[in-house]
């Protein structure tokens, strides 16, 4: 299985990611990550790294997805995504000589 990121579309809401996943097992599939202005606005996410989160957060549910609950194709990042990407971030910093 692969992941392709195809890029981003400017919104009224916010920024979609758009990432593609080619199964050999399976048929092609697109996945689109909405998230916020505000998330950017506050702060709490910079711009270079929205991409890498989404993709993060793809390459985590794609092994749990099963035949009764396959993976949403449009999802918007939550407040506790955000958050849980600025702490495996502030602890990777943490531990960088």
Same mark, same amino acid.
């Given at each position: 299985?692969?992941?392709?990121?195809?890029?981003?579309?400017?919104? +009224?809401?916010?920024?979609? $990611?758009?990432?593609?996943?080619?199964?050999?097992?399976? =048929?092609?599939? &697109?996945?689109?990550?909405?998230?916020?202005?505000?998330?950017?606005?506050?702060?709490?996410?910079?711009?270079?790294? +929205?991409?890498?989160?989404? $993709?993060?957060?793809?390459?985590?549910?794609?092994?749990? =997805?099963?035949? &009764?609950?396959?993976?949403?194709?449009?999802?918007?990042?939550?407040?506790?995504?955000?958050?849980?990407?600025?702490?495996?971030?502030?602890?990777?910093?943490?531990?960088?000589?």
């Amino acid at each position: 299985m692969q992941i392709q990121y195809v890029g981003f579309q400017l919104k +009224a809401h916010g920024r979609d $990611y758009t990432y593609r996943v080619i199964d050999n097992q399976a =048929e092609d599939r &697109e996945f689109v990550f909405s998230i916020s202005n505000r998330a950017f606005a506050d702060n709490r996410l910079p711009f270079q790294e +929205a991409a890498a989160l989404c $993709y993060q957060k793809l390459q985590k549910a794609l092994p749990l =997805e099963t035949a &009764e609950k396959p993976l949403p194709r449009r999802t918007t990042l939550s407040d506790q995504d955000l958050e849980a990407y600025r702490e495996s971030r502030r602890s990777a910093r943490k531990r960088s000589w």
